[in-house]
């Protein structure tokens, strides 16, 4: 008893530790990758602009794979890639040597990672490589290895050394991380990929909130309460009753010429039936196009403190955007 007690003790005082002791390793850990990714931006060669030359020509997809750590980050520079229009798929190295090496076709091109170059679950895909003439473009941290001699490309990575004070990966696993981040995102660039086609891909999420259109959310055709300058206010009010947006839109010849809301109508109550649409209306309303983000049209409303935005394609009204219709769709 007495020794568990004394080697709990000798445990819980070498790990023993303040606030600070712990805030300046973490900086040391940032620190050392940092110096990673600064040696990596001096580093970077023909050697990348052949990856992206080579990537951006395939037909098919870009494969990924690695092991370990470094499996896992090639499985997020493939969604990224993916996910900004290069199509990518991992594949496991050694699930690659039970069958899924059939995925992979020669159309495709195959980017490995491997920290020491030496990863032997990478021997079977390598080979399959060779043999069906499939590009293999190598990230590598070893510039002698076995992965460097068999890859028609091999990005190297600056010899860094690892967070101290093990040798986990560290700094390697981020500079490959940032890699795939410059590859994804130099192909964007060769492609001309927009954020048109980058919403696409994110349908759902807050990414894909953020490309809502006004389009998107709009009341148009039948919904929409429009009116004439000359419609008689009686007529005006069960416009405004049965569309339920408080508000009516007014059309001259086509163009949206003004808006009547409850402000208005509070202030021209007075003989208020005896007008028409025209004296009661304020000229020249907001207005939104129906290409711009939801986003922008809140924006709008919360700005100016209504509720509500006629959508107006060049001078002709085409919709209706209320502000629910952002919160509900998760616009923020």
Do not use: W
Not at 175 to 180: N, P, Q, R, T
Not at 215 to 233: A, I, K
Request: with cysteine.
């Amino acid at each position: 008893m007495y020794l568990i007690i004394n080697t709990m003790a000798q445990l819980h005082s070498k790990t023993a530790h303040t606030a600070q002791d712990d805030i300046a390793h973490g900086r040391g850990v940032l620190e050392q990758e940092i110096k990673g990714l600064q040696a990596l931006v001096s580093s970077l060669d023909e050697h990348f602009a052949a990856s992206v030359e080579c990537i951006a020509h395939i037909k098919g997809r870009v494969i990924v794979s690695g092991m370990g750590k470094s499996g896992h980050v090639a499985r997020k520079i493939a969604a990224t890639m993916s996910s900004t229009g290069t199509p990518s798929h991992f594949v496991h190295p050694a699930e690659a040597s039970h069958g899924e090496l059939g995925m992979i076709t020669r159309d495709d091109a195959v980017l490995a990672l491997s920290n020491s170059g030496e990863t032997a679950e990478l021997a079977d895909l390598i080979a399959y490589c060779k043999r069906f003439s499939i590009p293999l473009i190598a990230m590598v941290r070893r510039k002698t290895s076995m992965l460097v001699d068999a890859a028609d490309i091999a990005m190297v990575l600056p010899a860094i050394a690892e967070a101290p004070p093990t040798d986990a990966p560290t700094t390697s696993t981020t500079m490959m991380m940032a890699l795939g981040d410059a590859l994804a995102i130099a192909l964007v660039e060769r492609r001309g990929f927009t954020r048109d086609d980058f919403s696409v891909f994110h349908p759902g999420g807050k990414l894909g909130k953020a490309f809502i259109r006004v389009s998107d959310l709009m009341h148009q055709e039948s919904e929409l309460p429009l009116v004439s300058t000359d419609m008689p206010m009686q007529q005006v009010l069960l416009v405004m009753t049965s569309k339920r947006f408080g508000c009516a839109g007014v059309v001259s010849d086509g163009v949206l010429a003004g808006i009547i809301t409850d402000g208005d109508l509070r202030r021209n109550m007075e003989g208020l039936l005896s007008k028409k649409a025209a004296d009661v209306m304020t000229k020249n309303p907001l207005s939104i196009r129906p290409s711009a983000l939801a986003a922008e049209a809140l924006g709008v409303m919360n700005e100016r403190s209504v509720t509500t935005l006629f959508v107006v394609d060049e001078t002709k009204p085409v919709g209706i955007i209320h502000i629910h219709d952002c919160l509900r769709a998760g616009v923020a």
